[in-house]
Each structure stands twice: as structure tokens, then as C-alpha cells.
């Protein structure tokens, strides 16, 4: 990849999982974390150095029905999205 990239969530919304994928053009640590909408760490997908490309996670979600945000952290990237989880 040539830039850093962080894609929507598919499906979204979902139940119970989903898949994030993310680009990284230079190795570095990575840390992708979901968030509730009160800030609340909810889980850890990610948090380890990474050599450069494409990656997917899947998150199968243990928590309840609600909206989320999942943010990556990578050198200087940040980037934030919402996903929807629908029991």
C-alpha cells in the first residue's frame, strides 16, 4: 500500500462478527481498538508491530447491542469509525 488506510466494517451492521481491514505502508506498531460510545475500551484487535500491507481482523463482539467506534493508531495515522452491533 502507499498510503495508511482504515475501511468500514463489513457486514455493518452485523451479528455477532465482523472484519476490519486496514493498510499500513511502512512496518511500525499498529493498535486497533473498539471503543463504546462512552470511551470505554471494550476490546483490543490489534497491538503489535506490523511490516507493511493489507491486513483484516475479526471481531467477534461479546458485549451488548449498541453503536461503536473502532480507532487505529499507526506512527502518526488515527483514524476513527462507527460500526453497529445488532443482536
Do not use: C
Not at 7 to 18: G, L, W
Not at 48 to 65: H, K
Request: glycine letters at 6%; aromatic letters at 12%; proline letters at 7%.
Amino acid at each position: 500500500p502507499v498510503h495508511y488506510g482504515l475501511e468500514q466494517n463489513y457486514p455493518n451492521p452485523f451479528n455477532p462478527s465482523t472484519t476490519i481491514r486496514f493498510a499500513t505502508p511502512k512496518s511500525g506498531d499498529v493498535m486497533l481498538k473498539v471503543y463504546d460510545l462512552l470511551g470505554k475500551e471494550v476490546a483490543v484487535l490489534v497491538s503489535q508491530q506490523l511490516q507493511a500491507g493489507n491486513f483484516s481482523v475479526q471481531w467477534r463482539a461479546d458485549v451488548p447491542s449498541g453503536t461503536y467506534v473502532y480507532r487505529i493508531l499507526a506512527g502518526d495515522y488515527v483514524e476513527t469509525k462507527k460500526m453497529l452491533l445488532l443482536r
